[in-house]
């Protein structure tokens, strides 16, 4: 499979999945736009990449802001001339508390973090995709989204209005060669710790690799039948 010369904006870059995105896309020969907001790590990670200036774009940017989003769509623009595919990585997770005695910031913060973010980066890079006739959009969501467990309202909430928003891209933008889709995990075993300490608890916890996999084949062009779909992995427990 190769990603040669595909533009890659990844969002929450400077995560423990964002990084092994990056890795995984730049083998496959991406050109690279890094979002994240500590340049020092955002600038760690191109060393360690070490790809030639016109293959990378390190970007730091609040995407919970409207204006970060458009900047970031008019930045790749300008270097790339296109933006192909958008990894959304940015997120969180907040809960322990039943609803009754929810302050409204956690709300607030959590629907900033997955509603808000995708809403803002698809208004400033799908009209990109489509100038292309080519583009795919990819986000990690939770079985919490359309299962909601107690004490984790803030977060589940925001999980299902994000895969609302997702899964409508999905339906208003295939005329015009986007897809867009949701792997779903539980837990991301950036320690592989269900490899080398395995427990009933973890075995329904999923590997940045197996994400980034995923992630590969949704992107490529022989997976451009698949829209609109919630991908589960985390096995079957």
Avoid at 58 to 69: K, N, T
Avoid at 75 to 99: C, M, N, T, Y
Wanted: charged share 20%.
């Amino acid at each position: 499979m190769s990603m040669q010369n595909r533009v890659v904006i990844i969002t929450g870059a400077t995560g423990g999945l964002g990084r092994i995105a990056a890795q995984k896309f730049a083998e496959q020969g991406a050109r690279l736009v890094l979002v994240g907001t500590n340049a020092e790590t955002l600038n760690q990670i191109a060393q360690t990449l070490n790809l030639p200036d016109e293959r990378i774009l390190l970007h730091i940017a609040d995407v919970s802001d409207p204006a970060g989003a458009f900047s970031l769509a008019e930045l790749a623009r300008e270097k790339f001339r296109q933006v192909d595919i958008l990894l959304h990585l940015v997120g969180g997770w907040s809960g322990g508390k039943p609803v009754v005695d929810l302050d409204d910031q956690d709300m607030k913060n959590m629907l900033q973090q997955h509603l808000w973010t995708t809403y803002y980066l698809a208004q400033a890079i799908i009209p990109l995709m489509r100038a292309n006739r080519w583009g795919r959009i990819l986000a990690v969501s939770s079985p919490f989204a359309s299962r909601p467990a107690a004490n984790l309202a803030p977060y589940a909430i925001a999980k299902a209005a994000q895969d609302a928003l997702i899964l409508t891209i999905a339906q208003e933008e295939k005329e015009h060669g986007l897809t867009a889709n949701l792997v779903l995990v539980r837990t991301i075993d950036t320690e592989h710790a269900r490899e080398t300490q395995p427990t009933p608890k973890n075995a329904s916890w999923t590997t940045p690799e197996e994400i980034i996999a995923t992630f590969l084949h949704l992107c490529s062009d022989e997976a451009g039948m698949i829209n609109g779909a919630r991908i589960p992995l985390f096995g079957s427990s």
